[in-house]
């Protein structure tokens, strides 16, 4: 695989784990209790939640139109090599 | 010219004829439909019995997993002779040639459910036998479901490479609403006091998923196969 | 297409900070509060996931029955839209789900068929990329019933008693939620519009290089 796609795939795949941390890292409780007494670092963090939702949708965004860019880049150098050679052929 | 019907008549005549010669694919079938059940009937066990809900899922993944195998091999078979495009440049009408595979897989499906359905019976003590007739309509339309798809998608994967696992890659995601009504339907007769209601919901969701898919398969059979 | 990329890309640049304001001015939901704003970017993808399944069915129909390689470069680029977005609807979902619910996920009827019309247009995917030469018509195929999986996605939740928020709920939103959301959409299916045609041109460049080929050998 070449080294710049595994690059990517190291961030996303650091990108998942720190959103799971984030989100998944809150302890459990024991039994039921109502909201307001629960202490502040047990309540989900919707802000979290928002924030990560938000990166989400930037992040895929990004990452597709990357991928866009590198395969038409790709595709326009073949292109140019193989106009070039049909060009020396023609005396 | 021929009719349509006896042209699927005559098309089905011949892979009976040719599958009863060696019964390669009933035998083969049949078997892989009881050790699926056998497999899963042990991964849901617990202490000697099985989970409560899980008759009617295995019934239908054996079904699907089964089936899947069963189309691969058919048209394996017409790929490895190059019938296929005999078939094809047969001044046969190409809505026919479908319709002709599907029954010849339904009639193999319907070989295998015999066998398979007592056997989960036996096995999970569940009254399928309660209601044979609303079972049988569920049956009749989830095989019909499934194979009807099954047998457009096999086909046009017959000369695409990696065949093999496109297959249920493809067919899955696209039967599994079938599946679903198939199994909540079944599941429904096996409840302690069987939701007749809800069996004949699902039933008729069945029927409107097959008038779909039968519709879409024979509309795209033709502009599939062409080369 | 071309000449509409950079209209699109300054609209974009606009609707960018104006749907944040108004995501951020609009007013909390009474009973799940400041989680609810995920409901801005998670419902336009969702719609248009379903969206881009309809036209990816429609154009691989037309595919089909035309046979022009046009409507072939357009199914593509729809199918991964398709996944794009549907990829983005079905992460937002669980995370707003995660506190609204309680859960990350269940098997009711609307997510259920979601996932699995989006695994319809992975599939789609991976048939153009490994089945070989004549993929395109077979893909085309698939797409058409993929296609005809969205309106039961769709009608999910009106017909059936699900967790998750019915169609109506949509024309009954208050002034600042609609507008936020609206716009919010607007952003979205420009965005969709920009990347079908930079995808549909990354299609056309390779047909090029395929035309080279054939005039190499």
């Known amino acids: 695989m070449k080294p710049r796609r595994m690059l990517w795939w190291l961030l996303f795949m650091v990108g998942m784990a720190g959103m799971n941390a984030l989100v998944l890292g809150q302890p459990g409780q024991g039994e039921f209790l109502p909201m307001s007494q629960v202490p502040a670092s047990e309540q989900l963090p919707a802000a979290r939640l928002l924030i990560a939702a938000y990166a989400f949708v930037w992040i895929a965004m990004l990452a597709y139109v990357l991928t866009i860019w590198q395969r038409l880049g790709k595709v326009e150098r073949e292109i140019d090599e193989l106009s070039s050679q049909l060009a020396k052929r023609q005396p | 010219m021929i009719s349509f019907w006896r042209i699927v008549w005559l098309i089905l005549r011949k892979d009976l004829a040719v599958e009863l010669r060696t019964r390669e694919l009933l035998y083969t079938t049949m078997f892989f439909a009881l050790s699926c059940v056998l497999i899963f009937a042990v991964a849901f066990v617990r202490e000697g019995k099985a989970l409560t809900d899980a008759a009617a899922g295995i019934l239908w993944i054996a079904i699907?997993?089964?089936?899947?195998?069963?189309?691969?091999?058919?048209?394996?078979?017409?790929?490895?002779?190059?019938?296929?495009?005999?078939?094809?440049?047969?001044?046969?009408?190409?809505?026919?040639?479908?319709?002709?595979?599907?029954?010849?897989?339904?009639?193999?499906?319907?070989?295998?459910?015999?066998?398979?359905?007592?056997?989960?019976?036996?096995?999970?003590?569940?009254?399928?036998?309660?209601?044979?007739?609303?079972?049988?309509?569920?049956?009749?339309?989830?095989?019909?479901?499934?194979?009807?798809?099954?047998?457009?998608?096999?086909?046009?994967?017959?000369?695409?490479?990696?065949?093999?696992?496109?297959?249920?890659?493809?067919?899955?995601?696209?039967?599994?609403?079938?599946?679903?009504?198939?199994?909540?339907?079944?599941?429904?007769?096996?409840?302690?006091?069987?939701?007749?209601?809800?069996?004949?919901?699902?039933?008729?969701?069945?029927?409107?998923?097959?008038?779909?898919?039968?519709?879409?398969?024979?509309?795209?059979?033709?502009p599939l196969m062409t080369e | 297409m071309r000449k509409l990329f950079l209209p699109i890309v300054v609209a974009l640049m606009a609707i960018y900070p104006a749907s944040l304001v108004l995501i951020a001015r609009a007013r909390y939901e009474s009973t799940m509060g400041l989680v609810q704003k995920i409901f801005y970017f998670h419902m336009p993808p969702a719609m248009l996931m379903l969206w881009s399944a309809i036209f990816c069915g429609v154009v691989s129909g037309l595919f089909l029955i035309r046979k022009r390689l046009i409507w072939d470069h357009l199914a593509v680029a729809a199918a991964e839209l398709t996944v794009l977005y549907g990829l983005i609807a079905m992460v937002t979902g669980p995370l707003w789900a995660r506190k609204a619910w309680g859960v990350w996920w269940t098997w009711d009827p609307r997510l259920t068929m979601s996932l699995l019309m989006w695994m319809i247009f992975v599939s789609y995917l991976l048939l153009r990329k490994y089945g070989g030469p004549g993929s395109e018509k077979l893909a085309a195929g698939l797409a058409v019933f993929g296609m005809a999986n969205a309106p039961f996605v769709y009608i999910s939740v009106n017909v059936w008693r699900t967790m998750h928020p019915k169609t109506t709920v949509v024309p009954t939103l208050p002034v600042d939620f609609a507008t936020a959301l609206w716009v919010s959409f607007g952003g979205f299916l420009l965005l969709y519009i920009a990347l079908l045609a930079a995808r549909v041109r990354l299609e056309e460049q390779r047909a090029a290089l395929d035309r080279l080929f054939m005039e190499i050998e």
Do not use: H
């Open chain 2, 64 to 222: 699907a997993f089964a089936g899947t195998l069963a189309l691969g091999r058919s048209f394996e078979r017409e790929r490895y002779n190059d019938t296929l495009r005999a078939l094809m440049l047969a001044p046969a009408v190409r809505p026919a040639i479908y319709v002709a595979k599907l029954a010849g897989i339904l009639v193999l499906l319907a070989a295998t459910e015999l066998l398979t359905v007592p056997l989960v019976a036996l096995l999970f003590s569940e009254p399928l036998f309660d209601r044979p007739l609303l079972l049988m309509a569920l049956l009749l339309l989830g095989t019909v479901g499934f194979a009807c798809v099954g047998t457009l998608f096999a086909a046009m994967l017959a000369r695409a490479r990696s065949r093999d696992v496109l297959l249920p890659l493809l067919l899955y995601p696209v039967t599994i609403p079938v599946m679903i009504a198939g199994v909540r339907g079944t599941s429904a007769l096996l409840d302690a006091e069987p939701n007749i209601g809800m069996a004949q919901f699902w039933i008729v969701l069945l029927l409107f998923f097959d008038v779909v898919f039968i519709t879409l398969s024979l509309w795209t059979f033709e």
